[in-house]
Nanobody, 122 residues
Framework: EVQLVESGGGLVQPGGSLRLSCAAS????????MTWVRQAPGKGLEWVST????????YYTDSVKGRSTISRDNAKNTLYLQMNSLESEDTAVYYC???????????????WGQGTQVTVSS
């Protein structure tokens, strides 16, 4: 059974940092690209960042570029998102998702975690 379990969210002041983690199990983690997606209150899903299976390529949405770093440890089956200089606009539930390799948009992600809440507020 595929499982993705996020952790590391919480309440942080503007300008602060958080590192999100996503522990994966039930599939060959090192064979798949992985993605972070977020959903702000009252808004739709927003793609945040993607990393290739071997970590060779990373991609970011413009709003987090330069402030966030996606990484993975294939030996530990874990995906990370380091977020710095956090802003109120980063407040959202953050999900990790496995890239199923097919489909358009969010339908290409075949498994999702339960999400972890990030709240940026003073």
């Amino acid at each position: 059974e595929v499982q993705l379990v996020e952790s590391g969210g919480g309440l942080v002041q503007p300008g602060g940092s958080l590192r999100l983690s996503c522990a994966a199990s039930g599939f060959t983690f090192s064979s798949y690209s992985m993605t972070w997606v977020r959903q702000a209150p009252g808004k739709g899903l927003e793609w945040v960042s993607t990393i290739y299976s071997d970590g060779s390529n990373t991609y970011y949405t413009d709003s987090v570029k330069g402030r966030s770093t996606i990484s993975r440890d294939n030996a530990k089956n874990t995906l990370y998102l380091q977020m710095n200089s956090l802003e109120s606009e980063d407040t959202a539930v953050y999900y990790c998702a496995k890239d199923g390799g097919d489909g358009l948009g969010f339908s290409r992600y075949d498994y999702w975690g339960q999400g972890t809440q990030v709240t940026v507020s003073s």
